[in-house]
């Protein structure tokens, strides 16, 4: 597992923990790292630059005559160690968390703008559309561009269309495959025109029509505190998750155990011996001492923390499914 993995998947426990301020810090850090990877896509004889510092036609040239993959790949695999397909999976799933952070934060919502938030929706669905081991970045670069410091790292991340002009991508994106790949992302979206304040809007009206009205419910409560404008139906279906109790096993009952014990480990379908060991192998790998030594002493705590919850869950199951 390489770092970008690891760190997002701390990100990940931290949002499941309902710490979004510090989960946002981890994605908003990764998205500037991969970033920083994509914006360097020419290649000179004085070595990589970049791209900014080329007309937008040099950019199409490159891009149409699909050269930019791998050179980018080139790039990813030595600064990442990641392919550039693995990279666009993980910049996807980076962006996922970002926004739920967004969604589910007031403390994070003070520092994004629609225009960001609706740019990165844009560059979401663009990948989301394409299959997953043939995704391409040229889009990318249709949506959003980069500001470098002189280490040629990013400092911003520059939204280049319009908020009208992405309201029209959006909602072209979220119309154009209703298949399920999409459902929960148009979901995502809704969250954040609600939450936004932009349930009124043509792209709410235009997403709206493309799930079950009764399979949608709002999952965040800040917009239910700050606005006195929806019904008592809304007010009911709008839940908190900072506000579930925690899970505690010397309180929990033995099908509560095994609910949560059962999706800490992954456990789907029909259970076995085997696929209980297989998973409990795979995750407790990703905590080892040995993959988060180089992060912050909060990081290993969590990590620490994180490990003992596993073997707990793995010795209650062992003893449930008696090996």
């Given at each position: 597992?390489?770092?970008?993995?690891?760190?997002?998947?701390?990100?990940?426990?931290?949002?499941?923990?309902?710490?979004?301020?510090?989960?946002?810090?981890?994605?908003?850090?990764?998205?500037?790292?991969?970033?920083?990877?994509?914006?360097?896509?020419?290649?000179?004889?004085?070595?990589?630059?970049?791209?900014?510092?080329?007309?937008?036609?040099?950019?199409?040239?490159?891009?149409?005559?699909?050269?930019?993959?791998?050179?980018?790949?080139?790039l990813c695999f030595k600064n990442l160690n990641l392919t550039?397909?693995?990279?666009?999976?993980?910049?996807?799933?980076?962006?996922?968390?970002?926004?739920?952070?967004?969604?589910?934060?007031?403390?994070?919502?003070?520092?994004?703008?629609?225009?960001?938030?609706?740019?990165?929706?844009?560059?979401?669905?663009?990948?989301?559309?394409?299959?997953?081991?043939?995704?391409?970045?040229?889009?990318?670069?249709?949506?959003?561009?980069?500001?470098?410091?002189?280490?040629?790292?990013?400092?911003?991340?520059?939204?280049?269309?319009?908020?009208?002009?992405?309201?029209?991508?959006?909602?072209?994106?979220?119309?154009?495959?209703?298949?399920?790949?999409?459902?929960?992302?148009?979901?995502?979206?809704?969250?954040?025109?609600?939450?936004?304040?932009?349930?009124?809007?043509?792209?709410?009206?235009?997403?709206?029509?493309?799930?079950?009205?009764?399979?949608?419910?709002?999952?965040?409560?800040?917009?239910?505190?700050?606005?006195?404008?929806?019904?008592?139906?809304?007010?009911?279906?709008?839940?908190?998750?900072?506000?579930?109790?925690?899970?505690?096993?010397?309180?929990?009952?033995?099908?509560?155990?095994?609910?949560?014990?059962?999706?800490?480990?992954?456990?789907?379908?029909?259970?076995?011996?085997?696929?209980?060991?297989?998973?409990?192998?795979?995750?407790?790998?990703?905590?080892?001492?040995?993959?988060?030594?180089?992060?912050?002493?909060?990081?290993?705590?969590?990590?620490?923390?994180?490990?003992?919850?596993?073997?707990?869950?793995?010795?209650?199951?062992?003893?449930?499914?008696?090996?």
């Amino acid at each position: 597992m390489t770092s970008i993995e690891k760190m997002r998947n701390i990100a990940d426990m931290l949002a499941g923990q309902h710490k979004y301020p510090e989960a946002f810090t981890l994605y908003d850090e990764l998205y500037k790292q991969i970033w920083s990877v994509f914006s360097t896509v020419r290649y000179s004889s004085s070595g990589y630059i970049d791209y900014f510092s080329f007309k937008k036609d040099d950019i199409n040239h490159i891009i149409h005559n699909q050269r930019l993959e791998p050179i980018l790949n080139a790039l990813c695999f030595k600064n990442l160690n990641l392919t550039l397909t693995s990279a666009l999976s993980e910049f996807a799933s980076v962006i996922k968390g970002r926004i739920r952070c967004v969604n589910a934060s007031f403390q994070v919502r003070k520092y994004t703008s629609v225009d960001s938030v609706f740019t990165e929706f844009a560059i979401l669905y663009s990948l989301t559309l394409q299959p997953a081991h043939q995704r391409k970045i040229g889009p990318i670069f249709n949506y959003a561009g980069t500001v470098l410091d002189g280490n040629k790292k990013v400092k911003r991340i520059l939204a280049l269309y319009s908020r009208k002009m992405n309201e029209k991508l959006l909602i072209e994106y979220a119309l154009s495959n209703k298949m399920n790949r999409l459902n929960k992302l148009n979901h995502l979206l809704l969250d954040y025109l609600l939450i936004s304040g932009e349930r009124k809007s043509d792209l709410f009206k235009k997403v709206s029509k493309t799930i079950d009205p009764l399979s949608y419910t709002y999952h965040y409560s800040d917009y239910a505190r700050t606005s006195g404008r929806q019904n008592n139906h809304e007010r009911k279906s709008y839940q908190d998750p900072s506000t579930k109790r925690a899970f505690s096993p010397a309180t929990a009952t033995e099908e509560q155990k095994n609910v949560y014990y059962g999706k800490l480990i992954g456990l789907k379908g029909k259970v076995t011996k085997e696929q209980i060991r297989s998973n409990y192998i795979d995750l407790i790998a990703q905590y080892h001492p040995d993959k988060v030594q180089h992060l912050g002493p909060e990081l290993k705590e969590l990590a620490e923390t994180k490990s003992k919850e596993i073997n707990a869950a793995y010795e209650w199951l062992k003893t449930k499914y008696r090996f």
